[in-house]
T-cell receptor, first 111, second 114 residues
Framework: DAKTTQPTSMDCAEGRAANLPCNHS???????VYWYRQIHSQGPQYIIH???NNETNEMASLIITEDRKSSTLILPHATLRDTAVYYC????????????FGTGTRLTIIP | DTGVSQDPRHKITKRGQNVTFRCDPI?????LYWYRQTLGQGPEFLTY????????KSRLLSDRFSAERPKGSFSTLEIQRTEQGDSAMYLC????????????FGPGTRLTVT
């Protein structure tokens, strides 16, 4: 799996869009980008994944650059409940084998 | 609540004792995973099963650790002769292979070895 690099921490004002970057410069053509988050004292929760096209679901949007070397997770209207650690994972398996988590980005939503 | 349950939620044990954790996955899920998470770190993969078969084990899973999924439903993770370094959150997840790309995580079992 390609190594991913994320900022250690970020703050975002409540109601604003939270943009979480991830670098994966060594990603290979068959590797997907997955995002999970972990709210304090809970297990990780799947958010979204993509290969090369931008993706959107009810939780977030995922923007992947054309060269696929980086991506951004966007939470469009952040709420206090979005305070969590966000993990970006690049993996060639279809999410059904081991996931390699890094240390993630600690996102704090400020009232 | 994801539908994955773990028991117990917390376990305090003395060094040298054996402990066993249980994970009940979402009922139709054929894949089950164990991860370990220490403070300030992301979860680390330990092992996973497809039905009863243990398909992969991490090098983190020393010979003191054993995991089983005897009937392809619930799973147990046993740690023998616990050490203080085993103190961590043990997370279980499940998925339905070839249908779902998402792993559903349980709330974890927090182990403290004194």
């Amino acid at each position: 799996d390609a190594k991913t690099t994320q900022p250690t921490s970020m703050d975002c004002a409540e109601g604003r869009a939270a943009n979480l970057p991830c670098n994966h410069s060594t990603i290979s053509g068959n590797e997907y980008v997955y995002w999970y988050r972990q709210i304090h004292s809970q297990g990780p929760q799947y958010i979204i994944h993509g290969l090369k096209n931008n993706e959107t679901n009810e939780m977030a949007s995922l923007i992947i650059t054309e060269d696929r070397k980086s991506s951004t997770l966007i939470l469009p209207h952040a709420t206090l409940r979005d305070t969590a650690v966000y993990y970006c994972i690049a993996t060639s398996n279809f999410g059904n084998e081991k996931l390699t988590f890094g240390t993630g980005t600690r996102l704090t939503i400020i009232p | 609540d994801t539908g994955v349950s773990q028991d117990p939620r917390h376990k305090i044990t003395k060094r040298g004792q054996n402990v066993t954790f249980r994970c009940d996955p979402i009922s139709e899920h054929n894949r089950l995973y164990w991860y370990r998470q220490t403070l300030g770190q992301g979860p680390e993969f330990l092992t996973y099963f497809q039905n009863e078969a243990q398909l992969e084990k991490s090098r983190l899973l020393s010979d003191r650790f054993s995991a089983e999924r005897p009937k392809g439903s619930f799973s147990t993770l046993e740690i023998q002769r616990t050490e203080q370094g085993d103190s961590a959150m043990y997370l279980c997840a499940s998925s339905l292979e070839a249908v779902s790309y998402e792993q559903y995580f349980g709330p974890g079992t927090r182990l403290t070895v004194t």
